[in-house]
């Protein structure tokens, strides 16, 4: 897949433009990865509590040392647990105040059918629900102003900045007047984070994916003062809790890092901010000491601060230093007589890679058998292959027939190991006719070393899952028409692209074609058939049609260059 490129005019004159990155060279993950850890971000936490159950986070029973004045007093007290998680705050609230009535809410239903299971759930004590804080009404659920106390514990974290303020304003239609929102999530500075950081993780300023896909996002006091305040709160106490963590069996000592704080509606006159609230800070070590915003020490003493997750779990969640033998796995594809081994990042690293060609797409999956069944399309012909990724297996297939074939990326990482499954797969002569190459569509320099070693172009140029990508599209259309062969009365040269509709619709993507001179011969599938007999694509697969190959969303464009 391509990583950097230019994109020219389709004119007489090529205009300068700048440069177009696909996989970005910022220290943020790609747009891609981004905008799927949102879209996917309730699928990925399902995923965490069915694989965790009740394992992850451990009973807060600290609540009553820290907040125990919020939960105590005369009357009935109702509580909002916001991400409820499996239910290590309820139950400990439940069993220890008799008064106590708890409404319950997460977006996993993973999570909310542990609740109802747990052994201490019953419905006269806590309503337990799935919503979603960011899109749904709060007060659907709850009656407005019914709620002394909100709980927020390790849950807006999870939420991208962008929509944290929908969360806070969803929770203040329920709180009652002098209600509070208890609060405690991870700090900037944590040892989590540096190990986010080190890992290519980041998506946005403090905010990032871990190798399950959920997300976390580091708060400091000032960001997390300002999103309250400007959504109608004022701070009552505002933590900075420092804890070393030692995990004797790893031989670990952990720097956790965490913020703990009350949040009260503003009525209008309490203008509290962030450098007038006290600020108490416990370092690791040490005895605990109470600071003001001038470090000066305060009288009132710091309870001893504990720790919320399981360490081994934690280890394992914010990629604490493990083995690094299982960064890849093998694929093994049964394809027209070959056996194909190849490696790919592990699927618990593509989430946060931010390369897209370290892994094995669906339309290569697809393509392969088809490619492999047909030997004719590229026999006797010189193939290049865009986008090739690590695996190459559609290249690999082609190599069999052809009489050479190119596979290019963008990615050097992804060059690296192609070159790797290439080695392990192909021997001579096919190994021969075959080479890598690295090639960022539109760069001048990268087509011109390919012309070099192949001054006649090349009969097929193949794409699968290469169109996923908006401002990719002129690029590639154009470094096709740079490196495609020129037609004769013998042989027509072909552009064919395999992939998914993703967020590039076919009207663009033929709209790219014929600005670079391409036209569409053929497609698959296709509504009606008419002659069959003159479809090109069609001829690829059994005689009884292509309604027996399962492709799901695949689609196939065949280009002829005009």
Same mark, same amino acid.
């Given at each position: 897949? $391509? *990583?950097?490129?230019?994109?020219?005019?389709?004119?007489?004159?090529?205009?300068?433009? #700048?440069?177009?990155?696909?996989?970005?060279?910022?220290?943020?993950?790609?747009?891609?990865? %981004?905008? &799927?850890?949102?879209?996917?971000?309730?699928?990925?936490?399902?995923?965490?509590?069915?694989?965790?159950?009740?394992?992850?986070?451990?009973?807060?029973?600290?609540?009553? &040392?820290?907040?125990?004045?919020?939960?105590?007093?005369?009357?009935? &007290?109702?509580?909002?647990?916001?991400? =409820?998680?499996? +239910?290590?705050?309820?139950?400990?609230?439940?069993?220890?105040? @008799?008064?106590?009535?708890?409404? @319950? =809410?997460?977006?996993?239903?993973?999570?909310?059918?542990?609740?109802?299971k747990h052994k201490d759930f019953t419905e006269s004590r806590v309503n337990a629900f799935v919503c979603d804080l960011t899109i749904d009404d709060l007060s659907k659920q709850i009656s407005p102003s019914s709620v002394d106390i909100v709980t927020m514990i390790f849950v807006l974290s999870a939420v991208s900045p962008e929509k944290m303020s929908l969360v806070v304003q969803n929770i203040r239609k329920i709180l009652k007047p002098n209600g509070h929102v208890l609060f405690r999530d991870y700090a900037t500075?944590?040892?989590?984070?540096?190990?986010?950081? =080190?890992?290519?993780? &980041?998506?946005?300023?403090?905010?990032?994916?871990?190798?399950?896909?959920?997300? @976390?996002?580091?708060? *400091?006091?000032?960001?997390?003062t300002s999103l309250f305040k400007e959504n109608g709160f004022d701070v009552e106490e505002l933590d900075l809790c420092c804890k070393q963590v030692e995990n004797r069996s790893r031989e670990l000592v952990m720097n956790r890092r965490w913020v703990q704080a009350v949040f009260c509606l503003s009525d209008g006159t309490n203008s509290t901010t962030n450098s007038e609230a006290a600020i108490r800070i416990d370092h690791p070590g040490q005895g605990k000491m109470e600071l003001d915003v001038d470090n000066n020490i305060l009288k009132k003493p710091v309870n001893d601060l504990e720790v919320d997750m399981s360490d081994g779990v934690a280890a394992e969640m914010f990629g604490l230093p493990t083995s690094t033998d299982g960064d890849n796995e093998v694929i093994e594809l049964e394809l027209g007589g070959w056996t194909f081994k190849i490696k790919v990042l592990s699927k618990e690293y593509q989430h946060t890679c931010k390369s897209t060609g370290l892994m094995l797409w669906e339309s290569a999956q697809f393509m392969a058998p088809v490619l492999a069944r047909n030997p004719a399309i590229f026999a006797g012909k010189r193939v290049l292959e865009l986008g090739s990724g690590c695996a190459g297996v559609c290249s690999m297939i082609a190599a069999g027939s052809a009489d050479l074939v190119f596979a290019t990326d963008g990615d050097t990482k992804a060059l690296d190991l192609l070159t790797e499954n290439v080695m392990s797969n192909l021997r001579p #002569?096919?190994?021969?006719?075959?080479?890598?190459?690295?090639?960022?569509?539109?760069?001048?320099?990268?087509?011109? @070393?390919?012309?070099?070693?192949?001054?006649? +172009?090349?009969?097929?140029?193949?794409?699968?899952?290469?169109?996923y990508i908006p401002e990719a599209i002129l690029p590639l259309f154009q470094t096709a028409k740079?490196?495609?062969?020129?037609?004769?009365?013998?042989?027509? $040269?072909?552009?064919?692209? =395999?992939?998914?509709?993703? %967020?590039?619709?076919?009207? *663009?993507?033929?709209?790219? $074609?014929?600005?670079?001179?391409?036209?569409?011969?053929?497609?698959?599938?296709?509504?009606?058939?008419?002659? #069959?007999?003159?479809?090109?694509?069609?001829?690829?697969?059994?005689?009884?049609?292509?309604?027996?190959?399962?492709?799901?969303?695949?689609?196939?464009?065949y280009f002829h260059k005009e």
């Amino acid at each position: 897949m $391509a *990583s950097s490129m230019e994109e020219a005019s389709a004119g007489q004159q090529e205009q300068p433009t #700048p440069r177009l990155q696909i996989y970005t060279t910022s220290d943020t993950v790609s747009p891609f990865w %981004r905008e &799927k850890y949102e879209r996917e971000a309730k699928k990925y936490w399902d995923v965490f509590y069915k694989r965790h159950q009740d394992r992850f986070f451990k009973d807060r029973h600290y609540l009553d &040392k820290e907040w125990g004045q919020y939960f105590s007093g005369a009357g009935q &007290k109702v509580v909002l647990e916001v991400g =409820c998680g499996a +239910g290590n705050t309820i139950f400990p609230l439940v069993a220890m105040y @008799a008064d106590i009535f708890v409404h @319950a =809410c997460d977006f996993s239903p993973n999570a909310v059918n542990l609740v109802k299971k747990h052994k201490d759930f019953t419905e006269s004590r806590v309503n337990a629900f799935v919503c979603d804080l960011t899109i749904d009404d709060l007060s659907k659920q709850i009656s407005p102003s019914s709620v002394d106390i909100v709980t927020m514990i390790f849950v807006l974290s999870a939420v991208s900045p962008e929509k944290m303020s929908l969360v806070v304003q969803n929770i203040r239609k329920i709180l009652k007047p002098n209600g509070h929102v208890l609060f405690r999530d991870y700090a900037t500075g944590d040892l989590a984070q540096e190990r986010l950081n =080190c890992k290519d993780q &980041k998506i946005s300023e403090n905010f990032y994916a871990r190798g399950d896909g959920t997300r @976390a996002f580091y708060f *400091s006091n000032e960001f997390l003062t300002s999103l309250f305040k400007e959504n109608g709160f004022d701070v009552e106490e505002l933590d900075l809790c420092c804890k070393q963590v030692e995990n004797r069996s790893r031989e670990l000592v952990m720097n956790r890092r965490w913020v703990q704080a009350v949040f009260c509606l503003s009525d209008g006159t309490n203008s509290t901010t962030n450098s007038e609230a006290a600020i108490r800070i416990d370092h690791p070590g040490q005895g605990k000491m109470e600071l003001d915003v001038d470090n000066n020490i305060l009288k009132k003493p710091v309870n001893d601060l504990e720790v919320d997750m399981s360490d081994g779990v934690a280890a394992e969640m914010f990629g604490l230093p493990t083995s690094t033998d299982g960064d890849n796995e093998v694929i093994e594809l049964e394809l027209g007589g070959w056996t194909f081994k190849i490696k790919v990042l592990s699927k618990e690293y593509q989430h946060t890679c931010k390369s897209t060609g370290l892994m094995l797409w669906e339309s290569a999956q697809f393509m392969a058998p088809v490619l492999a069944r047909n030997p004719a399309i590229f026999a006797g012909k010189r193939v290049l292959e865009l986008g090739s990724g690590c695996a190459g297996v559609c290249s690999m297939i082609a190599a069999g027939s052809a009489d050479l074939v190119f596979a290019t990326d963008g990615d050097t990482k992804a060059l690296d190991l192609l070159t790797e499954n290439v080695m392990s797969n192909l021997r001579p #002569p096919i190994s021969d006719k075959f080479t890598t190459r690295i090639l960022e569509w539109g760069n001048k320099d990268h087509i011109e @070393a390919i012309k070099q070693v192949n001054s006649g +172009g090349f009969d097929i140029i193949l794409g699968t899952d290469v169109t996923y990508i908006p401002e990719a599209i002129l690029p590639l259309f154009q470094t096709a028409k740079e490196l495609i062969s020129s037609n004769n009365k013998d042989h027509q $040269a072909a552009l064919i692209l =395999c992939h998914i509709f993703r %967020r590039v619709d076919e009207p *663009s993507i033929l709209s790219a $074609a014929s600005r670079f001179g391409f036209k569409l011969v053929d497609k698959w599938p296709v509504e009606i058939l008419i002659n #069959p007999s003159q479809s090109i694509i069609n001829s690829w697969f059994p005689e009884n049609g292509s309604a027996d190959v399962s492709r799901g969303p695949l689609n196939i464009l065949y280009f002829h260059k005009e």
